[in-house]
């Protein structure tokens, strides 16, 4: 019975030890593994190098050298300040602590963005800010010049060219053109001339002028009155076509209401009986003054066409088409038509 005692805490005492053996060893296994997978995870490290600003291939032995390597594809990004194959963006960052054999990515330039710059000539001015709006481009400078083929606001010329280009400052230069350029001419003197000759549309002239560009000056001269006494441009000086002309013409100073320019006309008149004569005969505040009213003799042939003058005359006035005695005596005339600018009054002759 003892001996069967002794052989069972002996055997217990063995599998106690057992016990122990087992616990030791699964003990070691885990801190190996511990240290195993810590080794697994972490690795051998080392600082990633800085290759912003370097050039691809330099990048990539640059990191070869520190046991690293280059993710793949590389990508390929526009950058306006940066040249192309130029390295602007890595990950991880500089200087940050990897595994050995760690794949780094970068970004490499592939320079200035290229503007698809559109063909502005032929175009309307106003259009182009829609054209270049659309590739975002807009007007640095416009400038205008005479063009002899291309009609006023069309542009006739461009900086950059069409196509794709660098375009840095995002802006480009037009030449808009201003039509053909306009004829000049010589200023002719018209010093001294009847300002009712000056006016008449009989002679064509390349300049403008109307009645509120006359201006009135006194003269003490008789045979000043109604003349042209000065101009502007002054005689000789060129002058574009169109441009408008000022004329100072002399006046008796006489209150007789304001001066005026009147555009006399008639239809043809019948035919006139020989040795009558075509005449035009005013009458206007001056004519109360003078007693008489102004004579304007025709030419023979205003029997076939309208009568088309110009006339100085004084307040209101009554124009009349008369056909007169071959020696253009009054009161020896006969009334064909009258006009009234306007009638407030009717000379008793009439």
Known sequence: MMAILRFLFRLAGNF???????AVLMAGMGLGGFFLLDYLIKGETVVAPNVMGMSKSRAIETLTESELLVKVPIEEVSDEDTPPGIVIEQRPFPNTVVKKGRRISVKISKGPRLAMIPNLIGRPDKETVYDLRSVDLQIDQRSNVFHSTQPESVVVAQDPLPGARLVPEKSMDILVSLGPKPVDYIMPNYTGMDSKDVLSSASPKPFIFSEDEIEYKKSSDPAEWGRVIEQRPEPGARIAAGEHVTFTVASSGMTLGAIRFVNIRFDAPPVMI?????????????SKLNGAPSVLPLRLDTQFSPVNVWMPVYGDAVAALCAMRDDQSLPEYEIIDKRFYPAVFEPSDL
Do not use: G, K, S
């Open 274 to 286: 020989y040795p009558r004569r075509p005449a035009l005969l005013v009458w206007d505040n001056a």
């Open 16 to 22: 106690v030890f057992i016990l122990f053996l087992l």
